[in-house]
């Protein structure tokens, strides 16, 4: 009970507090609405709203999901490959870092010219975006496994194969979470940046522009805050979903229930 | 009690560049006893050890296991080093099992197997627990555990308690001399611990550096079974005393 409170209610007072300096600020210096709103008012253009948000918001959330999973994949397989041929990873890395030099805004246009104003231009930026801190943080759980252990598994006389699975890609798990921490962030500034690119007519990002158009500044900090919880829900998501593929990292014993019983090995 | 030869080495010999690591080596170690390997760093213990194991391919001489060539292939020994090795997202009896995990599918004698060896030596309350909760001498059996339940009549254990406080150390001592009586297994054992490998073993190679190679080999006259009584008879002192003018160069002398 006590951790649940220093874990959940920690956070929400950090949050009440932004919403209180938020507010502070606004009264304080007598900031105009059309500025920048009090953050009740953000809030009500958001309900109020809601009728014409929430198909917008599950948009933005189709474009970070399916971005993010593709990334996450595309990532995964880049970052097993390199890490385990040393000649494509000397062949890739350039390019790998060339890939994140270009700014991502800068690809959208190009997208949109090869797939027109679609949902697909804004995936494959998510995915371009999310890829690189995976493929990165395997490669690197994949070079940093105990050389040790790997020649216990040759003394055992373990095939390259189970040697893979039951030692290396384990070990790579905590760092390949660290990876995609970090790409779930970024997820949703990537689709963001899609959407401005991509105007497939109706999107949160055009939303957003348009409100700012008609100077109501509360929806366009209404938009922020919705495209926030979408990044942070996302990035909570991923963590949860780390806790409950890497127990031995907090716990003293195996679950009942987990990866291992549902897997038999 | 003589028994028939488990593992011979002819003339094995092993070079880093220039560096003999082992000068060509020849022994047998029969099957059933206890064989310490002692000596300072860098006289070639771990490069015997490893070339045993198949992990290097001697640049000459032959291994035989039972009458089989096994040089420089892997998969017919059990091995175990000073670091524990256990892996942290596999509990303990999941650890216990790793090695027909690494060859195999597991199956459930492999699982009843590691239970039964868990409760035997007292870890059986640990079974489900993750290797990160143990205490590092807890770990090590974990690690001599993992190392029992594979099929292989030789084990190979390079320096397993160097990491171990002294008086964790003696337990665990005391503890392999029970398991290894109960196994009726084959040990070869590294160390720097000129006590220990007297009070562990029935015979004693002392190896030199520069180049690497056996200089000694001692029959151990202390009467089996063995307690902490045995570090202080005359005979331990003596064979000690010859021990240490082997390793030291007539500094003692």
Redesign the interface.
């Known amino acids: 009970m006590r951790k649940v409170l220093r874990n959940v209610g920690i956070p929400l007072l950090s949050l009440a507090l932004l919403f209180g300096v938020w507010q502070a600020i606004i009264v304080m210096f007598h900031v105009n609405t059309y500025v920048a709103p009090r953050p009740w008012a953000a809030i009500t253009a958001i309900t109020s709203n809601w009728g014409t948000l929430w198909p917008l918001l599950l948009g933005t959330i189709r474009e970070t999901v399916y971005g993010f999973l593709s990334g996450a994949l595309l990532g995964i397989v880049l970052g097993v490959v390199m890490g385990k041929v040393a000649f494509i990873q000397k062949l890739i890395y350039p390019l790998l870092v060339l890939s994140q030099a270009v700014p991502s805004i800068a690809l959208a246009t190009p997208l949109v010219l090869i797939f027109g104003l679609t949902i697909k231009p804004i995936v494959i930026i998510v995915a371009w975006i999310v890829f690189f801190p995976v493929t990165v943080s395997i490669v690197d759980g994949l070079s940093h496994v ?1 050389h ?2 790997l ?9 390259k194969a ?2 893979f699975w ?2 290396e890609m ?2 790579a ?1 905590s760092p390949l979470f660290s990876g995609l921490k970090i790409g779930a962030t970024y997820a949703v500034t990537g689709a963001i940046i899609g959407e401005l690119a991509s105007s497939t007519g109706s999107n949160l990002a055009e939303y957003q522009q348009h409100a700012n158009a008609n100077f109501n500044t509360a929806g366009v900090y209404g938009t922020t805050i919705l495209m926030t919880v979408v990044g942070i829900s996302w990035f909570l998501i991923v963590v949860g979903i780390e806790i409950w593929a ?3 990292l907090r ?4 679950r009942r229930w987990g990866l ?1 019983s549902l897997r038999r ?1 | 009690m003589p028994q028939e030869t488990l593992l011979r080495l002819d003339a094995v010999e092993k070079r880093f560049g220039d560096t003999v690591a082992l000068s060509p080596t020849s022994l047998s170690i029969a099957e059933g006893s206890f064989v310490s390997v002692v000596g300072p760093s860098g006289c070639g213990k771990s490069t015997l050890f490893n070339v045993i194991a198949g992990l290097l391919r001697p640049d000459g001489g032959e291994v035989t296991l039972r009458e089989t060539a096994v040089t420089g292939t892997t998969g017919h020994v059990g091995y175990m080093l000073q670091k524990d090795l256990l892996v942290p997202w596999r509990t303990v009896r999941d650890n216990i099992t790793m090695a027909a995990r690494l060859t195999r599918r597991v199956t459930p004698e492999d699982t009843a197997e590691a239970i039964r060896v868990a409760e035997r030596y007292g870890l059986g309350e640990f079974l489900n627990h993750y290797p990160k909760a143990l205490s590092g001498g807890m770990r090590q059996r974990v690690a001599f555990m993992r190392t029992l339940v594979t099929p292989h009549q030789l084990l190979l254990l390079d320096e397993p308690f160097g990491a171990l406080d002294a008086q964790t150390r003696l337990e665990m001592q005391q503890w392999l001399l029970e398991v290894w009586r109960e196994s009726g297994r084959t040990v070869l054992f590294i160390t720097h611990d000129v006590d220990e490998s007297i009070f562990l073993s029935d015979r004693i190679l002392v190896m030199s550096p520069r180049p690497g190679r056996v200089v000694a080999d001692f029959e151990n006259p202390l009467p089996r079974p063995r307690t902490i009584d045995a570090l202080t008879t005359p005979e331990f002192v003596g064979l000690k005393a010859q021990i240490m003018r082997l390793l030291h160069g007539g500094d003692h002398a």
């Open positions: 105990d040790d252990l020649n216990l598994a040759r003394v055992y006389g373990a095939s189970r040697t039951f030692i384990p070990a798990v890497t127990p031995w716990r003293t014993t195996a291992r090995s």
